[in-house]
Nanobody, 130 residues
Framework: QLDLVESGGGLVQSGESLRLSCAASGLPLDYRAVGWFRQAPGKERERISCIAGRDDTTLYADAVKGRFTISRDNAKSMVYLQMHHLKSEDKGVYFC???????????????????????WGQGTQVTVSS
């Protein structure tokens, strides 16, 4: 069983930055893809970023490209999401996720649905005020 615990969410002003962290335990992250989903108010969860386990390829949703950076530290079983230039539309609950590359982080496939992903954290709230 893989447990994921996010931290780092909070309330910030538009244009500010936040860094989310995700601590994994129970199974090693090696060779697994890690990523972040976001659920905005009234919307479905969507993948916003991931790192493939096999070759560290990173993918980003268009809405966050150039502003967010995902990273991982397998030795520490940690996943991070650095968010800069936050906008009001970035508000939502951010979930750390883990799965195999072909389900979570496949550059040749469409972004996965939330139901396709096996491991989830409990989520951390990010609120951006304008």
């Amino acid at each position: 069983q893989l447990d994921l615990v996010e931290s780092g969410g909070g309330l910030v002003q538009s244009g500010e930055s936040l860094r989310l962290s995700c601590a994994a335990s129970g199974l090693p992250l090696d060779y697994r893809a890690v990523g972040w989903f976001r659920q905005a108010p009234g919307k479905e969860r969507e993948r916003i970023s991931c790192i493939a386990g096999r070759d560290d390829t990173t993918l980003y949703a268009d809405a966050v490209k150039g502003r967010f950076t995902i990273s991982r530290d397998n030795a520490k079983s940690m996943v991070y999401l650095q968010m800069h230039h936050l906008k009001s539309e970035d508000k939502g609950v951010y979930f750390c996720v883990v799965d195999w590359d072909r389900f979570l982080c496949n550059a040749k496939a469409e972004a996965p649905q939330a139901r396709d992903i096996n491991y989830w954290g409990q989520g951390t709230q990010v609120t951006v005020s304008s």
